[in-house]
Every structure is written in C-alpha cells, then in structure tokens.
Nanobody, 123 residues
C-alpha cells in the first residue's frame, strides 16, 4: 500500500516562500513520476507541477512557472515543491501524487494521493 505524507504548508505573506515535502512509502518511489496538485475552496483540483522518475524532466502549470520548482530525492523517497513569490491566489490545499503515465498534467494520470497540506497566502 502506497502512503504519501505531505508537510510544510502554513500561513505566509504575499511575496514569501514555502517548501512543501511529500514523503512516500510502500512502493519503489524512484520508478515513478510524481506530481503536485492543488485545490482552492470552491474550485476544482488543478495541476501544479510534475517530475519524472529520474528528476530530469519537469513540467509546470503556466500560473506557477518561474515561481515554483519541483524536485525529488530518490534516496529519501521524497518529492519537494519550493514555492517563491507566493500570491494570495496560491492559497489552496496542496496534494502530491504518484504518477502512472510519466510526467502528466491530468489527475487521472495519478493513482495514489496524499492527504494534502494547507497553504494560505495573505495579502
């Protein structure tokens, strides 16, 4: 059984930074792409970023490109999301997920999800 545990969320002022972590267990982590999604109140879950199993290939949503960086440490079974220059519209619950089709932007391309971590950006 795959388990994903996100951490690192919190309250930050606009322009600030946060680093989210997602620790994985129960599967050969290094064999799979990983993704981050987010869901704001009243909105659908949306893609944020994804990274290939090797870490060589990454993909970002247009709304976060240049401000957010996804990375992974396969030795620690952990994927990270470094978020800089945060905006109030980044406020959401952030979820990490294990990919089943490589680097992808649709939620159906991911088959295991964490419980999420809340990020709140104040103006």
């Amino acid at each position: 059984q795959v388990q994903l545990v996100e951490s690192g969320g919190g309250l930050v002022q606009a322009g600030g930074s946060l680093r989210l972590s997602c620790a994985a267990s129960g599967r050969t982590f290094s064999s799979y792409a990983m993704g981050w999604f987010r869901q704001a109140p009243g909105k659908e879950r949306e893609f944020v970023a994804a990274i290939s199993w090797s870490g060589i290939s990454t993909h970002y949503a247009r709304s976060v490109k240049g401000r957010i960086t996804i990375s992974r440490d396969n030795a620690k079974n952990t994927v990270y999301l470094q978020m800089n220059s945060l905006k109030p519209e980044d406020t959401a619950i952030y979820y990490c997920a294990v990919g089943n089709q490589g680097v992808a932007t649709t939620s159906t391309s991911y088959d295991h999800w964490g419980q999420g971590t809340q990020v709140t950006v104040s103006s």
